[in-house]
């Protein structure tokens, strides 16, 4: 499998948007001075992201931006502008085969999900569901940045918890250890039946979701479970499911019910509270690395067993 480089503040790294436009212009030049600041070489290959409607432009444009980003042998990461959508449109025509040549971190979460799953699937590269420019970057607070410096230089074992320090909460009883894959919900189930979803066998999934009620989490979930795919994991981490109320005068399930419903009878590991998602400060988790979910009385943890990238 091929690993990535170490990503040190001297490195080199190109900007892409593979999905939405920033949504403020001033927050994204904010972004790219704070990168900058650590003393990173930041290229932007487009001045500007103009609008497509809700894309950052053109599927040819942004297939072609991002091919070439991945070609190129002197970059030690692409880091995206932010998520929204439009990755999905992109996986048949990604050159893996150059993702797989001139392995580099790719950094992101929300709609670079899709991209991640579908790199580690067809290239075997691993890359950080962490900050993006415009969404995290302008205000990164140190706990979040120190987290991701150090999966990014290369660090492991590292044990996974909040920036804050928070420990995961326990729900269901095991260890395990095996691949690291996940990200945000609905894009996982999107991948579900293409040839550009790992197979999660014996995986620890960690999971987040962003303004969706918990009829539709548990839409989302049902589909996981009627595909095989929750009964075939080796652990299952619960973050952030932020923007779920049940919407006003209807009747719904509570959150908590939904989610219990679909890990009350899996045979696996299962921990909440993992600090991740669509909110800051938040934890950077690896994407394609081997890991191990403990969960025993009230603790669980997650430990990263092997590095996202390669020191030489």
């Not at 219990?260 to 800051?280: I, K």
Request: hydrophobic share 40%; glycine share 10%.
């Amino acid at each position: 499998m091929p690993t990535p480089p170490p990503l040190r503040r001297t490195g080199r790294i190109a900007v892409a948007a593979p999905a939405s436009a920033p949504l403020d212009d001033a927050r994204y030049r904010a972004g790219l001075d704070a990168l900058r600041a650590r003393g990173l070489r930041v290229e932007t290959p487009r001045p500007t992201f103009a609008e497509h409607g809700f894309l950052a432009g053109p599927d040819a444009d942004r297939l072609a931006e991002f091919n070439g980003l991945l070609r190129r042998d002197d970059l030690d990461a692409i880091v995206c502008v932010r998520g929204g959508y439009g990755v999905l449109r992109l996986l048949p025509d990604l050159d893996y085969a150059a993702a797989r040549a001139h392995p580099k971190l790719i950094v992101g979460y929300s709609d670079i999900t899709a991209l991640h799953l579908a790199l580690y699937t067809k290239a075997g590269l691993p890359g950080l569901s962490g900050p993006m420019v415009a969404s995290d970057w302008p205000d990164l607070d140190p706990e979040s940045e120190a987290q991701f410096w150090r999966l990014a230089d290369g660090d492991a074992p590292v044990e996974i918890h909040g920036p804050g320090g928070e420990r995961l909460d326990a729900v269901q009883p095991g260890r395990a250890e095996g691949v690291l894959l996940g990200g945000n919900l609905t894009l996982i189930a999107a991948l579900v039946g293409t040839p550009y979803l790992p197979d999660l066998t014996g995986a620890i999934l960690f999971l987040e979701e962003v303004g969706e009620p918990p009829y539709r989490i548990d839409r989302l979930l049902a589909q996981l479970r009627l595909a095989g795919v929750l009964h075939r994991l080796g652990g299952l981490v619960l973050g952030g499911f932020t923007g779920a109320e049940p919407p006003p005068n209807r009747p719904s399930l509570s959150l908590d019910a939904v989610l219990a419903h679909y890990t009350s009878d899996l045979a696996c590991p299962v921990a909440r509270g993992l600090v991740y998602g669509h909110f800051n400060p938040k934890s950077t988790l690896p994407v394609g690395v081997r890991a191990r979910l403990d969960v025993e009385g009230d603790a669980a943890r997650l430990t990263v067993l092997d590095p996202v990238t390669q020191r030489l």
